[in-house]
């Protein structure tokens, strides 16, 4: 089986991560990969050599998202709308590239590359669904009719995701979870007389750095008695540089540079989670189901998280969920958790959630099954 997958990122979001390992599910499966994506490396071209050393054909293209309204990802939709049409020729040269390919299903990889179905209409599409859509939308009902007439099937990433799938646009939807890059393990907790808290994101205003901060600063003297310290990990966002600055004048204003540091974007986020006692994530969407947090479960790492749902982390099993948007709430579990034998057991709680749903032979599978039933390779 051939199959293209349309991706918005390649190197380093949480999109880019997940079809990285769903490539080696592909490839396991004895089927040829085509990765279209729409944007260039912005941090590292590494996943891109070891996607063409395994097998994977790359290719770039200069696509601008489809402007929809995203909960956590907002896409300037007249800027957006405008390079549409200016990037005509780039949706022609993709169109050319997959007819030469001819593939039997297309995996569009976010709902952000659903425009470049109209180009595509004659090959059966899967929509990975991985953001949740704000309702009511301007584009709401362009969408349904392009998903109506593009889509066979779907794939959501959490329950919340595939619900709205199903509600919108009344389409047959699979929810499987991402999985870790490597097979869940439960890392011992660092040996030492301190505890670390981590958190994990790109620096944008919906990831909660600020909020972390605010957060750990209100309860700053209980945390030093504890002997707890806080680092933040996460790339620099260029349209977020004022944002960027605000979390470093947080830290410096509020008296904190003892206990929060600031080291910023990892290659390598797994080996600092291991480093860590706890992740602490503040989305101030709500929607606590992020790749960090799957990574830091797998890694037997319990997680903090502002949330409306418990999906992931589950109160007193893999961690702490704290009402959405509350800076109290959220700072008081910081305290509550500064203990390393509460810890240790809901790590070890987290870690047996990992094993359990986050498989990568299993859930790898299921998706391409899917793609295979799609492109009628399977009843």
């Known amino acids: ?45 590494r996943k891109v050599e070891e996607l063409r050393a395994a097998g994977v054909h790359v ?25 549409t049409i200016k990037r005509l020729g780039e949706y022609r040269r993709l169109a050319s590239y ?39 939308s301007r584009l709401m009902g362009g969408l349904k009719a392009l998903i109506g007439a593009r889509i066979r099937e779907a794939i959501g990433i959490t329950p919340p995701v595939s619900r709205q799938v199903l509600r919108l646009f009344d389409l047959a939807v699979n929810t499987v979870y991402n999985w870790p890059l490597e097979p869940p393990r439960c890392v011992p907790m660092p040996e030492r007389d301190y505890l670390v808290y981590g958190v994990f994101a790109h620096v944008t205003p919906f990831k909660g750095h600020l909020q972390c901060v605010k957060a750990f600063a209100s309860v700053a003297d209980e945390l030093r008695k504890a002997k707890v310290r806080l680092r933040l990990f996460g790339g620099k966002v260029p349209i977020h540089e004022a944002y960027y600055q605000s979390v470093l004048a947080e830290i410096r ?10 080291p910023g974007f990892s290659d390598n986020p797994e080996r600092e989670m291991s480093r860590v006692n706890l992740v602490v994530c503040f989305d101030v969407t ?15 790492r319990p997680v903090l998280a502002a949330g409306d749902e418990e999906c992931f982390v589950i109160n007193g099993r893999t961690g702490m969920l704290t009402p959405k948007g509350d800076i109290e709430a959220f ?9 390393k034998t509460t810890l240790e057991r809901l790590g070890q709680g987290a870690y047996e959630f990992a094993v359990e749903n986050f498989d990568s032979e299993i859930n790898g599978t299921r998706i391409v099954e899917c793609l295979e039933r799609v492109a009628g390779l399977k009843a």
């Open 1 to 45: 089986m051939k199959i293209v997958s349309i991706t918005p990122d390649i190197d380093s979001g949480g999109s880019a991560k997940s079809l990285f390992m769903l490539s080696r599910a592909i490839r396991a499966a004895g089927h040829e990969l085509h990765i279209a994506s729409i944007v260039r490396p912005s941090r590292t071209k």
């Open 59 to 83: 290719s770039f293209f200069d696509i601008p998202y489809l402007p929809l309204e995203l909960v956590a990802c907002p896409i300037p939709f007249w800027t957006n709308a405008g390079r």
């Open 98 to 136: 997959v007819h030469t390919i001819r593939p039997d299903v297309v995996h569009y990889n976010s709902y952000t590359t659903l425009l470049c179905s109209l180009f595509l209409g004659r090959y059966a599409g899967v929509l990975h669904a991985r953001e949740v859509l704000i309702e009511p």
């Open 253 to 262: 204003d509020c008296g904190v540079e003892d206990i929060i540091s600031f």
């Open 286 to 300: 709500g929607k606590a189901w992020h790749r960090d947090v799957i990574e830091a479960m797998s890694l037997g």
């Open 331 to 339: 700072a008081h579990g910081m305290v509550t958790l500064a203990d």
